[in-house]
């Protein structure tokens, strides 16, 4: 049976939990071999087990890293071309929820950090991985998470939201600049996926909130976020660049509005940070009614 990605090198950014772990061992399936980056190193040490208990243990390496710092993206790119020779592919997929609340509520270092991570980490991840990929000559695939809160004013909080737009567009930018390179870069586009980060330990309050806002009726996985990153990263998606893919369940189509306007809206409540499955603590403040 021919598998998409055989002898292809990959890296993946926040693999090791969520999208980027399913990807992880999609990829493997597919026949490449995976660099697994994440700053939670108990999370990639266990996704490191399952991808060596399921036979591919020749083909996988965890490099624990911040994406918000230059010399951790260097050292995943240069990871997976030290353990397998080249680098094919990037997805940049690690992310956070980031800063939640009213944008007066929203501190200065709360936003940094959000924009450090969902942008600065995606600039990182495409700059080194060009720099590989132009060496190499023949080509390459990026992928970066973006998500349908970049696209609509209604399925995110602000910050978030922000930040998955800017990566929308860096994503057009990066893709016209390499086009002569035949480095593709594209975008997946994620509604409501049932991970760590969507639920931050409250599954069964997030999924009632995100299965009402969503047409289809069951909630995203993460293997259908891999499905979508085999797709991209293979020659399946040759002639396609500077495309986001959305997969959503078709939020997106019915206008998402996840958190609500009035009163009771759920970030109007609150404001805080989630930092996802990063294993740093996230937390949040209550906003006193005015």
Not at 87 to 112: K, R, S, Y
Not at 139 to 146: D, E, L, S
Not at 178 to 203: K, V
Request: without cysteine.
């Amino acid at each position: 049976m021919s598998r998409k990605l055989d002898g292809k090198v990959a890296a993946i950014t926040g693999g090791a939990s969520g999208m980027g772990r399913a990807t992880v061992m999609r990829y493997l399936e597919e026949g490449a071999s995976v660099a697994i980056g994440d700053l939670n190193a108990h999370n990639g040490a266990e996704t490191l087990k399952a991808a060596e208990d399921a036979g591919f243990a020749d083909r996988v390496i965890f490099v624990r890293g911040d994406v918000a710092e230059e010399g951790d993206v260097e050292a995943l790119v240069g990871g997976a071309v030290e353990k397998f020779g080249r680098l094919d592919i990037m997805f940049n997929n690690a992310g956070v929820g980031g800063a939640f609340g009213p944008i007066t509520e929203t501190t200065v270092e709360e936003w940094d950090y959000t924009f450090n991570v969902l942008v600065r980490g995606v600039f990182l991840g495409v700059k080194h991985a060009v720099r590989q990929m132009k060496k190499q000559g023949d080509g390459g695939a990026v992928i970066n998470t973006a998500s349908i809160a970049g696209l609509s004013g209604g399925a995110g909080p602000n910050a978030y939201s922000a930040a998955k737009a800017a990566v929308h567009n860096l994503t057009r930018v990066t893709a016209a600049e390499l086009a002569q390179d035949r480095i593709r870069i594209n975008a997946i586009a994620p509604g409501a996926i049932r991970t760590p980060l969507l639920h931050s330990g409250r599954a069964a309050e997030m999924d009632a909130i995100a299965q009402d806002k969503t047409p289809w009726p069951v909630l995203g996985e993460g293997t259908d976020i891999a499905g979508a990153a085999v797709f991209l990263a293979s020659d399946d998606s040759q002639f396609v660049t500077g495309h986001t893919l959305v997969v959503d369940g078709g939020a997106l189509a019915a206008s998402p509005n996840f958190w609500g306007f009035g009163a009771d809206s759920l970030f109007k409540k609150h404001a805080g940070m989630n930092r996802g499955s990063t294993g740093e603590k996230s937390y949040a403040r209550d906003i006193e009614r005015k």
